[in-house]
């Protein structure tokens, strides 16, 4: 079973717009991951927040982590075409380090 | 390049046929996963080595999935008498690892599987 829940399911916007993605889980973690998968490519990191940090940006990307409320939030600023692609969050857990469950992903589709 | 590799890119198969991917991690990383990923879907983890010891198997590997890291380097997985729902992509990643931290991996491009 999958441990972490995107939200939304799909995301369209315009260049320039902020895009952000929603990521909720189940269980306790040791960190939580994102990563993007453009369509028929690999999977590239993005950004890895350990359990004790709450705010983290690399470039355009800010990602937040509330441990109370089990979920993570991916904030894109200023989209560009490049962008489109599916975001996935993964979590790894106490029980087992380095097994990352992800969720079902986010599609985001930034148009010209 | 210096990433993840993995072989074959494609493979189609018949049902009931035995196939193997070969993967090839980062040199310095000493940890290997596998995951096999559906249309729509994020990745599932299937296993994982830490130099050449299998540290976990999913219980979606069944008795038919084996995995193999010898010597700690490259990796490959095997899949005897394929069925049509073993058809997938199945991802390679790798990474450092320590015991209690754990760090970012670095996926392939995958290995995508038709069974027929």
């Known amino acids: 079973s999958q441990q972490g829940e995107e939200d939304p399911q799909a995301l369209s916007i315009q260049e320039g717009e902020n895009a952000t993605m929603n990521c909720s889980y189940k269980?306790?973690?040791?960190?939580l991951q994102w990563y993007r998968q453009n369509s028929g490519r690999g999977l590239v990191h993005l950004i890895l927040?350990?359990?004790?940090?709450r705010e983290k940006h690399s470039g355009r990307l800010r990602v937040t982590l509330d441990t109370s409320k089990k979920s993570s939030s991916l904030l894109i600023t200023a989209s560009r075409a490049a962008d489109t692609a599916s975001y996935f969050c993964a979590t790894d857990n106490p029980d087992s380090w380095g097994k990352l469950q992800f969720g079902a992903g986010t599609q985001v589709v930034v148009t010209p | 390049d210096t990433g993840v590799s993995q072989n074959p890119r494609h493979k189609i198969t018949k049902r009931g046929q035995n196939v193997t991917f070969r993967c090839d991690p980062i040199s310095e990383h000493n940890r290997l996963y596998w995951y096999r990923q559906t249309l729509g879907q994020g990745p599932e983890f299937l296993t994982y080595?830490?130099?050449?010891?299998?540290?976990?198997k999913s219980r979606l590997l069944s008795d038919r999935f084996s995995a193999e890291r010898p010597k700690g380097s490259f990796s490959t997985l095997e899949i005897q008498r394929t069925e049509q729902g073993d058809s997938a992509m199945y991802l390679c990643?790798?990474?450092?690892?320590?015991?209690?931290?754990?760090?970012?991996?670095?996926f392939g491009p995958g290995t995508r599987l038709t069974v027929t």
């Open positions: 927040i350990r359990s004790n940090e």
């Open positions: 990643a790798s990474s450092l690892g320590e015991t209690g931290l754990s760090y970012e991996q670095y």
């Open positions: 269980t306790s973690i040791n960190n």
């Open positions: 080595f830490q130099n050449e010891a299998q540290l976990e």
